[in-house]
């Protein structure tokens, strides 16, 4: 899930929808090699520090209906 997306939705007055019961979702495996490296947790730090901490994050929880 993309909190960033349930952000944005929300931010336009889009409404959203938990359908994670109805659908099945396919994603793409991303290769991240750089995850592999240290620098990867001090940059993940950083961003999550930046969004404000997993309080500040949008999650299905954020949704309108379900």
């Known amino acids: 899930m993309d909190s960033w997306l ?3 939705a929300r ?6 929808i938990d359908v994670t019961e109805l659908i099945t979702i ?6 991240y090699p ?3 490296k240290p620098f990867f947790e ?3 730090k950083r961003n999550l520090k930046l969004a404000g901490g997993f309080s500040r994050m949008c ?3 954020d949704t309108d209906w379900v």
């Open 42 to 44: 001090i940059e993940r």
């Open 59 to 61: 999650t299905l929880r």
């Open 26 to 31: 396919i994603h793409q495996t991303h290769n």
């Open 34 to 36: 750089r995850k592999k």
């Open 6 to 8: 349930i952000y944005k």
């Open 11 to 16: 931010t336009l007055k889009i409404p959203v």
